[in-house]
């Protein structure tokens, strides 16, 4: 009876000992997926928190910003770049378009900062005049000729008056009004004159580079 009995238990431990291996290699593998899987989930999160505080990426469907961007081209900003201070003339930001925002809409523009708050701003005869004084632009795209006179703005405290560089195709303050009445946003004039300007809070980030095509590679401010 002793002797069947080591029998069996020797039989016991050798058949233990044969599924160690295959236990010891599911547990790589569920080891192995766990660790992917966190890899990604980081990926995922880091990818998230850089695209919603740290980095704009947009992509340009219209000519309105030619010939500093051009029409599908790719671009780079940063969104913390007015945390510390604020918007200066002559930056190209991306930020909610005033009539869609007022809407519920997600729509999102990118144009040149040409009026600073506070600022008298005029359009005479194809040119901008800022408090009275002719602003120079030399990234204007050809020849203004469309609707390049007889606007005047005065920018509210915490606003910005947005152009696109190119003013012969280009939606922006000086057609906003407009379209806010058009729309039924408002019945009154004064104010849909206020959907011409932009708010600090309303501005995403600064635009700085176009990264695609690569031919059209470079800083937006060169």
Known sequence: MSGISQNQNTQNNGSSQKDQPEKKKETNWKTELLSWVEVIAIA?????????????????????????????????????????????????????????????????????????????????????????????????????????????????????LMLGDNRNNSSDARYWPSIALSSGLTDNVSEAVSYAYVPKKKILGKAYVCYWPFSDFGSLYS
């Open 44 to 160: 995922v999160v880091l990818a998230l928190l850089i695209d919603n505080f740290i980095i704009i990426n947009a992509t340009v469907p219209s000519g309105s910003m030619e010939k500093t961007i051009m029409t599908g081209d790719r671009v780079l900003g940063l969104r913390f770049s007015y945390w510390f201070k604020d918007p200066q003339r002559g930056d190209i930001v991306v930020f909610r378009y005033p009539i869609d925002d007022a809407q519920g809409k997600g729509t999102k523009f990118i144009k040149r900062i040409i009026g600073l708050p506070g600022e008298k701003v005029e359009i005479k005869k194809g040119a901008v005049y800022i408090d009275g004084k002719k602003l120079e632009e030399d990234y204007i795209n050809g020849k203004w000729t469309v609707e390049n006179d007889g606007y005047t703005f005065e920018v509210p405290d915490g606003e910005y």
